[in-house]
Every structure is written in C-alpha cells, then in structure tokens.
C-alpha cells in the first residue's frame, strides 16, 4: 500500500490540479493523507470537492504560542510528520501541494523501493513557474545527485516532493530532530546511513516556483552565511544523536 503524504497551507490556487496527478497513479487500496496548518482560503473546500475516499484529511493544529514562535522550515517540517503519523503505507511518497507528476511518479519508484532494508528513492524534477512554464529542464543539472552524508552537509540532493521511501526509513528516523533539521533532509540521511539511496534521473515532477511558494530551495535561499553555518551544525549534532547514539 502506498501513502503519499501532502503538507497543505493556503493551497486552494494548486491542489486541485495536484491531487488530480496524483489519484490516476495509485491503486484503490492506496490513500493520500493531507495535513493542514491553518489554511485561511479554501484548501479544504477545494479538496472535499475533489470527492474521492483515498483522500484523507487531518488538521495540525499546534499550540498558538509554538505556532507563532517557530519558522516556516520547522512548521513545513512538523506538518510533514504530522502526515506521515498518520500514514499507513508500506511506501510512503512526499508531495508539496502546488506541485504536479508526471507519468511514471509512481511506476519508475516502486521497483526501487521494493526491499527489506532502509531504501530512499529521489527522482529528478523540471522547475516550472506558475504557468507551467520550464524555468530548469533538470534539478539534476543544478544540484548533482549524491547520497554522500558529507557531500548532503554542503549540498542537499534531497529534495522533499521527489522523495519516497520505505516504512523501515521512518522506523529509523523517528523520533524527528527536535532542531529545525529539513525533514527532506533528515529522512536522506537516514536511509544513506542504514540503507540505500536510489536516484532516478528522468524528471518525474514538476517543480513549481511562484510568488506565494512556502518554502526555499538551493537556488533560491536567502540564509545568511552565519544562519547556514549554524545550520550545518544542527545537521551534525542530529546526526551524532539521533543515529549514532541511537
């Protein structure tokens, strides 16, 4: 069984057209599991509409006092987990909610994620802007993919909505870094530390980048060098505790 684990925030301009790339490439017994922090708009309204019992939504709803207090990496990261919590597929896949697959999302992954031991698959995507316009034809070409633990503390190749793995990843991955640790990120070296990583190099996404996107990607952050020091140093301190004292 197959979960596909959506992070939704005012969402209403693009998960419709989301959703629907989605649902024509899973099975009946397959769900898709939606974890909503606070929209305001018509997220919500735009997906009951959509009318198909794989959907399942679920509020996350934190404290108002951590809501206000935490950044957008972190809440985007807790509103994951919140999904994948509540996930209960053997194969789990990561989407944004603003994003679209293309043929193949599902079909070129699954053989891949087909073993017994901790197994990430990452697939390429093609960068397009909110009218579907190409931007980059290949993330690869941009940030080269390496499962390296090393290589991941400079330059991430995980990329969260071309992610998919296995339940023993998340086995190995929880409890989550209490530290704001991208959980794209975490999630890649977890299962390059106990597992595999598989890159498949056709783009299976598209990637979308707009006004109102939530989150920032390598070629587009505005981190302050001190702020991605410190950052590379949350990722090793998670590292030593989570995995090596694990």
Not at 33 to 40: F, G, V, W
Not at 62 to 78: A, D, F, G, W, Y
Not at 99 to 117: A, F, H, N, Q, Y
Request: charge should be positive; charged fraction near 25%.
């Amino acid at each position: 069984m197959i979960s596909v684990c959506i992070p939704t925030y005012n969402g209403e301009k693009y998960i419709k057209e989301q959703i629907n790339s989605i649902l024509p490439q899973l099975s009946l017994t397959d769900e898709i599991i939606i974890s909503d922090n606070y929209s305001t708009d018509n997220t919500l309204e735009v997906i009951k509409e959509i009318n198909d019992n794989r959907i399942k939504v679920y509020l996350f709803r934190p404290e108002e006092k951590l809501q206000s207090k935490i950044n957008t990496l972190t809440k985007v990261s807790l509103n994951v987990q919140n999904a994948l919590e509540k996930a209960t597929g053997d194969y789990l896949f990561l989407s944004d909610q603003d994003d679209i697959w293309l043929e193949g999302r599902v079909s070129e992954t699954m053989p891949l994620l087909k073993d017994d031991k901790a197994t990430v698959v990452v697939c390429n995507c093609r960068v397009v802007d909110e009218n579907n316009k190409t931007l980059i034809d290949s993330y690869f070409s941009y940030i080269k993919p390496s499962a390296s633990i090393i290589r991941t503390l400079h330059k991430s190749s995980f990329h969260g909505c071309c992610m998919a793995f296995n339940r023993f990843v998340i086995s190995k991955a929880s409890p989550f870094p209490k530290y704001a640790v991208g959980h794209d990120l975490w999630l890649g070296v977890v299962g390059s530390y106990y597992g595999q990583v598989h890159f498949v190099n056709r783009p299976l996404v598209l990637y979308r980048r707009h006004s109102s996107t939530v989150t920032t990607t390598g070629f587009d952050s505005k981190r302050s060098f001190c702020d991605k020091v410190k950052y590379r140093l949350l990722i090793l301190l998670s590292i030593f505790k989570g995995i090596i004292l694990k």
